[in-house]
């Protein structure tokens, strides 16, 4: 079994950039499809960006339109590891980042996905 453990968030203003981290131990990381999630206080848990794993560093990227042109993300299969990088952050962007895994189905849902980690707060200040 797949275990997702998220780092890298914190407190920043407006403005300003966070990388976050997803690192995954156990077996067959490379051949799962990997997205990031939020979920701000009081409101569902959405999606933020997901990878198509096609090949070993192979993949398609999908971003949510709230955040497209401000996150980026990317993983490293030699890593075992998902990344997002977030600039030009919003107060809006606050919410709890959580990474997850499917190895049956890639998609926007989060149904389709199997294994979460426990989630990693982002707070952005005015």
């Known amino acids: 079994q797949v275990r997702l453990v998220e780092s890298g968030g914190g407190l920043v203003q407006t403005g300003g950039s966070l990388r976050l981290s997803c690192t995954a131990s156990?077996?067959?990381?490379?051949?799962?499809?990997m997205g990031w999630f939020r979920q701000a206080p009081g409101k569902e848990r959405e999606f933020v960006a997901a990878?198509?794993?096609?090949?070993?560093?192979?993949?398609?990227?999908d971003v949510a339109a709230s955040v497209k042109g401000r996150f980026t993300i990317s993983r490293d299969d030699t890593k075992n590891s998902l990344f997002l990088q977030m600039n030009s952050l919003k107060p809006e962007d606050t919410a709890v980042y959580y990474c997850?895994?499917?190895?049956?189905?890639?998609?926007?849902?989060?149904?389709?996905?199997?294994?979460w980690g426990q989630g990693t707060q982002v707070t952005v200040s005015s």
């Open positions: 156990g077996p067959t990381f490379s051949n799962l499809h």
């Open positions: 990878t198509r794993w096609f090949g070993i560093n192979t993949y398609t990227a």
């Open positions: 997850a895994a499917s190895g049956r189905k890639w998609g926007r849902e989060r149904d389709d996905y199997d294994i």
